[in-house]
């Protein structure tokens, strides 16, 4: 069965650094989202993309997020100068067009900014 | 702004029992309504949704039940299986926003 891919599972980086969050959506899938998950709180929505362009974002999403789908198979979560507070696990999704309403997860990228 | 809430962190049944596990939301918009499992170090897993023309939908051993007028919604799982252990939360929609609203999660544990 087809299934999310993310990669790396774990990232270390230091305050102030850029990380890049990577993530496979499964293949005929053309709508992609991701959420994050602080440690003992809930999954919060971060932003969805759809034809290369986001469709909606939180407030989360602010200017240090950045997403991009530079090829066709990967979607990227970039955050410019990472704050102690981006610790968290970041789930990439996607879903079909037919059936946008179903997003499929990935298993999660678990970001630990020191 | 808790618009999607889970009241019980943990709920524990027997092998063979039904698990109930449920939520409640506020914002009267939404219409779309999923459940999905998550084991540790995993992502969450797509159960079952209710669109909010239903009021029940099943699919197999889970059963979902939506009372619109209660804002609230319940996960039925029977029987229940020791590899139902997992934490599952529910999350809700706008229809034409893909942005789900995850409640905080319940824990639940079948004990062989």
């Known amino acids: 069965e087809p299934e999310v891919t993310q990669t790396p599972s774990h990232q270390v980086t230091q305050m102030g650094q850029e990380v890049i969050l990577r993530c496979v959506p499964i293949?005929?899938?053309?709508?992609f989202y991701w959420y994050r998950q602080i440690l003992g709180q809930k999954v919060e929505f971060l932003v969805s993309?759809?034809?290369?362009?986001?469709?909606?974002k939180s407030e989360i999403f602010d200017d240090q997020f950045s997403v991009e789908r530079p090829d066709g198979s990967n979607f990227t979560l970039k955050i410019r100068s990472t704050k102690l507070e981006d610790s968290a696990m970041y789930f990439c999704?996607?879903?079909?067009?037919?059936?946008?309403?179903?997003?499929?997860f990935g298993p999660g990228t678990r970001l630990l900014v020191l | 702004d808790q618009q999607v809430k889970q009241n019980s962190p943990s709920l524990s049944v027997q092998e063979g029992r039904i698990s109930i596990l449920n939520c409640d939301y506020t914002?009267?918009?939404?219409?779309?309504f999923l459940w999905y499992k998550k084991y540790p170090a995993e992502g969450p897993t797509f159960l079952i949704s209710?669109?909010?023309?239903?009021d029940k939908n099943e699919d197999g051993r889970f059963t979902v039940f939506l009372n619109k007028s209660a804002k609230h919604l319940s996960l039925h799982i029977v029987p229940s299986q020791p590899g139902d252990s997992a934490v599952y939360f529910c999350?809700?929609?706008?229809?034409?926003?893909?942005?789900?609203?995850f409640g905080t999660g319940t824990r639940l544990k079948v004990l062989a």
């Open positions: 914002n009267s918009m939404f219409d779309y």
């Open positions: 293949s005929n899938h053309l709508y």
């Open positions: 999704a996607s879903s079909r067009l037919a059936n946008l309403e179903t997003q499929y």
């Open positions: 209710i669109s909010s023309i239903k």
């Open positions: 993309f759809y034809n290369n362009e986001i469709s909606e």
């Open positions: 999350a809700a929609s706008v229809t034409g926003t893909y942005k789900y609203i």
